[in-house]
Nanobody, 117 residues
Framework: QVQLVESGGGLVQPGGSLRLSCATSGFIFSDAWMRWVRQAPGKGLEYVSGIDSGGDNTVYSDVVRGRFTMSRDNAKNMLYLQMNNLKPDDTAVYYC??????????WGQGTRVTISS
């Protein structure tokens, strides 16, 4: 079955860095567009970044552009989000999501990121 498993979250101080990973299985990863989406406490879902199936094109929200870098390894079926210069407003549960040409989409269970001194 389809699985997306995020990892790498945790507690870091403002200005710190984290690298999130998303391990995927059960679908053809190299055919899927992928996204990172987050949900801050008490708020709705917020788009963070997206990447095309080949990894050649990435898109970022204005609030993370220049600080976050999204990448993928299609040989390993892995998705990554390098987050630098983290701010308290980045505190959220981060989800990876896959979007297939069939119209199906799948989400992971999320990994919690807390930015606090």
């Amino acid at each position: 079955q389809v699985q997306l498993v995020e990892s790498g979250g945790g507690l870091v101080q403002p200005g710190g860095s984290l690298r999130l990973s998303c391990a995927t299985s059960g679908f053809i990863f190299s055919d899927a567009w992928m996204r990172w989406v987050r949900q801050a406490p008490g708020k709705g879902l917020e788009y963070v970044s997206g990447i095309d199936s080949g990894g050649d094109n990435t898109v970022y929200s204005d609030v993370v552009r220049g600080r976050f870098t999204m990448s993928r390894d299609n040989a390993k079926n892995m998705l990554y989000l390098q987050m630098n210069n983290l701010k308290p407003d980045d505190t959220a549960v981060y989800y990876c999501a896959s979007f297939l040409s069939t119209g199906d989409e799948y989400w992971g269970q999320g990994t919690r990121v807390t930015i606090s001194s």
